[in-house]
Structures are given as C-alpha cells and as structure tokens.
C-alpha cells in the first residue's frame, strides 16, 4: 500500500516568504499605530499646556482688573515698569451727623475684613458731601472713641439705614489736628491700605516670572519681560511715572506673555496686552 507523502489541498502551511512579508507589514502597521498615539499624546499635552496659560491669565486678568478699575488716578502711590501700587479702600463710611466739637457720627457702607495687604501702611481720605476729590492723610486713622446703640441712634435719626450691624455705626474724633476741621455730614470717609501688584521671579517656575499680589504668587508662569505701563489723559503711554504726574493716569496696562507649564516642550506662548482704565 503506497503512502502519499505531499499535504491534501486546503492544509498547506505559510512559506518563509509569506511570514516575512506578514511580519514587514505587521510592523508597518505597528509603527504607524505607536506613531499616531505619540502624536496624540504630543496633541493633548501641547492643548493642556495652551490650556493653562489661556486660563491662568484669564483668571489672574479678572482680579486685577476688577480691583484697579476701582481705583483713580489720585489712588495711585507708585507707578513702575515691575510694580504698580495704589490706596485700597477697607472701610468706606458716611457721616452721619456732628456728635461734638471734633467727633462724628458715621455708618459703615462696605468693610473688608481681610483684603491679604501688607502691614505698615494705612491711611485716610475724606471727600466733602456731593464731592469725589478725596483729602489723603496717608498714615493717619481717626479716633474711633465709641460704637454701637449710641452711634447708631444718632444715625438712625438724620435717616441712615438701621439693619446694619452695631459695629457697622462709630463715633470718630481727631480730625481738626489732621484735616482743621471736623468732616460735614453726608462727607465720605475711606480707610485705606497698600495694595501693590508686582512682577517677580516665581517661586514654583524656576527662571520664570509671576505676577504676585501683595505677597500672594498669583500666576506662573510668564516670560520674564512681563511689565506694566501707564496710559496718560493726553493719550501717550509712560513706563513709569511719579510724583503729582499720577493723578493723571487713566489706565494701567499690563503687557505679559503666559508660557506652558512646566518645561514648557512645546514652546507654548500666549502674548497679552490688556488696559485696565480706573472707573472713578
């Protein structure tokens, strides 16, 4: 009985030709499907870091602006190319009523308790009533000699509000050795610290810059350019400006460039040049 040697039809193997081109595509294949996952890894960190530069701007932008724009001119107390400084109202208060030769009655309008500024530096204006020029006493504070029901009842009665709280109502003397005399009623009171926006080395971004508040780092990180500069009321643009020069600035510009966080790979930069004009 013969035996037949060769393979039936149907069950014939690969030869070494056919595995060695299967093998070539299967790592074409391969090298395309590891090439596009780097590329979209390369993608979303390029679009994070874009990401964050966009927001932290952003974000950075809204607090500043909306405390500068709340400023003047007259507010102003330096003005430099790393650092911009103004008087920040912590107590805003409306006389009431003459309660004595050198004493008022006053009610609180708005109180921040804790505004993160630095110590040392405080200070009072006071405008007449119907007035918006302000009298800076800078490191002066009026005497507060009482506070509560009597304070509060001497207001309530000339028509002040009477749901504030008791602390919100004060009487306050000295003002005849500061101002020569004591403030009328319906005349606004400010009591005001330092609040200064800086550009500064970061302190998580090594080599970078961030723009700090006070002593808080408030965004990192920049370029290390970042600068302010002042818009004047005749329309020019200074990059530093003192002395009776600041009651004439009416904007405050901010020209930065946020970089991608950390390393930074993909040299992602967002330039920025924003203008904060002050409201009073």
């Given amino acids: 009985m013969r035996t037949d040697r060769h393979a039936a039809p149907g069950q014939a193997g690969f030869s070494l030709v056919e595995a060695l081109i299967t093998l070539v595509i299967s790592g074409v294949l391969a090298t395309a499907l590891i090439s596009l996952l780097l ?9 994070d870091a874009q990401i964050y530069a966009e927001q932290s701007l952003r974000g950075s932008m809204d607090l500043v602006s909306t405390e500068l724009r709340m400023g003047s001119g007259a507010d102003l107390i330096a ?50 009533p119907y007035e918006e020029p302000f009298q800076f006493a800078d490191g002066w504070l009026p005497t507060e000699s009482s506070t509560g029901a009597t304070p509060k009842s001497t207001c309530v009665a000339v028509g002040a509000p009477s749901g504030l709280p008791d602390d919100d109502y004060v009487v306050l003397t000295g003002w005849t050795s500061q101002y020569g005399a004591k403030p009328d009623p319906g005349s606004v009171i400010r009591v005001y610290g330092r609040l ?11 080599t970078r810059t961030a723009l700090w508040r006070g002593s808080q780092e408030l965004i990192g990180p920049l370029e290390n350019e970042a600068s302010f500069s002042y818009v004047m009321e005749d329309g020019s643009v200074l990059s530093s400006v003192s002395g009776t020069d600041l009651e004439d600035v009416v904007a405050v510009r901010l020209t930065a460039t946020a970089l991608g966080d950390g390393p930074n790979r993909y040299d992602v930069a967002r330039p920025m040049e924003f203008d904060v004009p002050f409201r009073n």
């Fill in 39 to 47: 590329g979209q890894s390369r993608f979303y960190e390029r679009t």
């Fill in 79 to 128: 003005a430099e190319p790393d650092s911009v400084a103004l008087r920040y109202d912590l107590v805003r208060a409306v006389v009431c009523d003459s309660t004595g030769s050198d004493a008022v009655a006053a009610f609180a309008l708005d109180r921040i308790t804790d505004a993160n500024l630095a110590a040392g530096f405080s200070g009072t204006a006071v405008s007449d």
């Fill in 196 to 206: 200064t926006y800086r550009f500064a080395p970061s302190t998580f971004f090594a």
